[in-house]
């Protein structure tokens, strides 16, 4: 069963939107507090995100770009928000629909049922702007370019990509390498960062692995940074 969380603030309007696409057998979470939304919905893991604009606290624009940063999941916004800047603005972000309120069911069903048959089998892909990784293989897309990751190399990319922006710490590291945090030679995660870091260079990538002292390592845009 598919799993849409659906991001809507008007409490009607969010539970005819349930309704709908429960009784199309879909699994349906609504977000219902927007202090953290973006984190909440991703930990729903979910296949799809029905998305509004506008939204207390947070518009649908940053939640979209925030997503985008960390998963590939499909986007639909739907919103009264009927200007072609608005939409030209969310597509722009990362949306991949954009319908304008009062919808006909029938159109939004399709939607929804066009969006997950196009991302069908792309659950072992993880994204994000510039770079797309093949969890199952360990092959890293970047524009026309393409390489296949030895099996360490991978993983990292992996939980640097699955966190990107954020801090990596070498105790995840080593879980997600050895499964174990005790008695590792940081001597053989240097070597495999070493060798990755000159695989994002000279794909000439926007990204870059960036040590951050006594904390671990962070995947970076590459403008105005400096590497330790």
């Known amino acids: 069963m598919k799993k849409i969380v659906i991001v809507e603030d008007d409490?009607?309007?969010?539970?005819?939107?349930?309704?709908?696409?429960?009784k199309e057998k879909?699994?349906?979470?609504?977000i219902t507090c927007f202090l953290h939304t973006t984190d909440d919905?991703?930990?729903?893991?979910?296949?799809?995100?029905?998305l509004d604009i506008n939204l207390p606290g947070i518009t649908g624009f940053?939640?979209?770009?925030r997503i985008r940063q960390k998963s590939s999941v499909p986007l639909l916004v739907l919103t009264s928000?009927?200007?072609?800047r608005d939409e030209l603005h969310a597509l722009n972000l990362g949306a991949d629909e954009y319908l304008t309120k009062p919808?006909?069911?029938?159109?939004?069903?399709?939607r929804v049922s066009n969006l997950l048959r196009r991302y069908e089998g792309r659950d072992h892909f993880i994204e994000i702007p510039g770079i797309r990784l093949d969890r199952l293989t360990y092959t890293m897309y970047a524009g026309?370019?393409?390489v296949v990751l030895p099996e360490n190399q991978g993983k990292i990319m992996e939980l640097l990509l699955s966190h990107s922006g954020e801090v990596v710490t070498k105790?995840?590291?080593?879980?997600?390498l050895w499964g174990t945090t005790e008695y590792i030679d940081e001597n053989a995660l240097q070597v495999n960062m070493t060798r990755l870091k000159k695989t994002l260079g000279n794909l000439y990538l926007n990204q870059r692995i960036v040590t951050i002292r006594g904390e671990g390592y962070r995947l970076m845009s590459s403008e105005g940074m400096n590497d330790d």
């Open 11 to 22: 409490t009607f309007m969010r539970e005819e939107l349930a309704s709908i696409l429960r």
């Open 103 to 110: 919808c006909h069911k029938d159109r939004l069903l399709a």
């Open 144 to 146: 026309d370019q393409s």
């Open 41 to 50: 919905i991703l930990k729903e893991s979910p296949d799809l995100v029905l």
């Open 81 to 84: 928000r009927d200007q072609l």
């Open 171 to 176: 105790e995840m590291l080593f879980q997600t």
């Open 26 to 30: 879909y699994d349906i979470y609504c």
């Open 62 to 65: 940053e939640i979209c770009k």
